[in-house]
């Protein structure tokens, strides 16, 4: 059974670059019906889609974000990861990784990480 | 970037009630639109997709409708565990959008 597993650090200082990773178990990620996503949901708000990847690098990004987050795929490792830079409190949020699985002409996460919170704070 | 409108933004139902939740998108998205359910302290869990196929083990009083730019997740019959925040996401075009939630809450 495919599972994701965010890691990174918990607390993050502003004006630094916040750096997470997910690692993929239970299947492959260099598969051709998958995307791989970031979405955060800071404490008792909504979900935001930050960007996704597709195993051959090609990357999506959420254009409030873009001129600071950096989403890459290692697939030797089973990973893909996140760089958020130029933190601020306005970032602190529990971040979560997902499979997006193309289904027909849609799509879907159909599979997430338990999420990892991230604080920025000095 | 599309915006996704969901209503009521929170209602108070009662187990056995009849729940609709409304998404409404600022253009046209086919029916390119999913349905989420987030219980407090979990990641989301995806009921719905394609705005009205079922996911794998969602239990059938959940269903959607729904095409272009309003679209409809129902819970025919309210049941104690799912009391919980649902969310709806387009993925039609980039960036992906979320509607606000709606919080189901016990009456």
């Known amino acids: 059974q495919l599972q994701l597993q965010e890691s990174g650090p918990g607390l993050v200082k502003p004006s630094e670059t916040l750096s997470l990773t997910c690692t993929v178990s239970?299947?492959?990620?260099?598969?051709?019906?998958?995307?791989w996503g970031w979405i955060r949901q800071p404490p008792g708000k909504g979900l935001e889609w930050i960007g996704s990847?597709?195993?051959?690098?090609?990357?999506y990004y959420n254009p409030s974000l873009k001129s600071r987050v950096t989403i890459s795929v290692d697939t030797s490792k089973n990973q893909f990861s996140l760089k958020l830079s130029s933190v601020t409190a306005a970032d602190t949020a529990v971040y979560y990784c997902?499979?997006?699985?193309?289904?027909?002409?849609?799509?879907?996460?159909?599979?997430w990480g338990q999420g990892t919170m991230v604080t920025v704070s000095s | 970037a599309i915006q996704m409108t969901q209503s009521p933004s929170s209602l108070s139902a009662s187990v056995g009630d009849r729940v609709t939740i409304t998404c409404r998108a600022s253009?046209?998205?086919?029916?390119?639109l999913g349905w989420y359910q987030q219980k407090p302290g979990k990641a989301p869990k995806l009921l719905i997709y394609a705005a009205s196929s079922l996911q794998s083990g969602v239990p059938s009083r959940f269903s959607g409708s729904g095409s272009g730019t309003d679209f409809t997740l129902t819970i025919s019959s309210l049941q104690p565990e799912d009391f919980a925040t649902y969310y709806c996401?387009?993925?039609?075009?980039?960036?992906?959008?979320f509607g606000q939630g709606t919080k189901v809450e016990i009456k």
């Open positions: 239970g299947g492959s990620i260099s598969s051709s019906s998958y995307y």
């Open positions: 996401l387009q993925d039609y075009n980039y960036p992906l959008t």
């Open positions: 253009q046209g998205i086919r029916n390119d």
């Open positions: 990847i597709y195993y051959s690098g090609s990357t």
């Open positions: 997902a499979r997006f699985v193309i289904v027909a002409l849609s799509g879907a996460f159909d599979i």
